[in-house]
């Protein structure tokens, strides 16, 4: 296991409500990712952090920001939730594998808005 | 156009049989290449990495065609285990880290 946790697990909310899931790693990694996974689309990302308070955004990156203030934790915000944010979250951390560079995911978190 | 294309499936196989898993990517400049495993309501998973030479781990072998831009996963001896969704996944290094792109997935399901 890549030591990664995701919190909350699941989460029921309303519209226009703010919501924060976070990330948590033990691996001391610098790099961290958020994705929703939705049925049709894959994988997508929507923010990277490369450091502490160093983050950038991804190609989904509408509705969300993202904090940094450890290493080992990285923050997904929905400041006012929708109904397209109904997804599965995931969160990911760079690892190497056989020499390559490749990432690592959490367990994710289902998010259903109301 | 999508920059990982794979055939969604399902395939439905009996056990015992051979299956093979193609991808397609977009950018010349992808520069390494993955599958992952992804069971039903669960994280995606590394299950290996594919290199120009083709490699093999277990019954699964990789294969890779840069001048195709294609990559395939063919799955020897199928088990019910193996029953999950498959992704091809290829990694563009950026400035910010590795830039992994996802394929949709190709589900398999591995059938008594």
């Known amino acids: 296991d890549a030591g990664i946790t995701q919190s909350p697990r699941h989460k029921v909310t309303e519209t226009g409500t703010p919501v924060t899931l976070r990330c948590h790693q033990t691996e001391n990694h610098r790099y961290m990712y958020w994705y929703r996974q939705d049925p049709g689309h894959g994988l997508r990302l929507i923010h990277y952090s490369y450091g502490v308070k160093d983050t950038d955004k991804g190609e989904v990156s509408d509705g969300y920001s993202v904090s940094r203030s450890k290493t080992e934790d990285f923050l997904l915000t929905l400041e006012s939730a929708t109904s397209s944010q109904t997804s599965v979250y995931f969160c990911?951390?760079?690892?190497?594998?056989?020499?390559?560079?490749?990432?690592?995911f959490g367990p994710g978190t289902r998010l259903l808005v109301l | 156009r999508k920059e990982v294309e794979q055939d969604p499936g399902p395939f439905n196989v009996p056990e015992g049989a051979t299956v093979a898993f193609n991808c397609t990517y977009s950018n010349s400049a992808s520069q390494s290449f993955f599958w992952y495993r992804q069971d039903c309501r669960k994280e995606p998973k590394l299950l290996m990495s594919v290199y120009s030479s083709g490699n093999e781990d277990g019954r699964f072998t990789a294969q890779l065609n840069r001048a195709s831009q294609y990559i395939s996963l063919l799955i020897r001896d199928s088990k019910l285990s193996d029953s999950a969704t498959y992704l091809c996944?290829?990694?563009?290094?950026?400035?910010?880290?590795?830039?992994?792109?996802f394929g949709t997935g190709t589900q398999l399901k591995v059938e008594l």
């Open positions: 996944v290829v990694n563009i290094r950026t400035g910010g880290g590795n830039k992994l792109t």
């Open positions: 990911a951390i760079s690892g190497i594998s056989r020499g390559q560079e490749t990432q690592y």
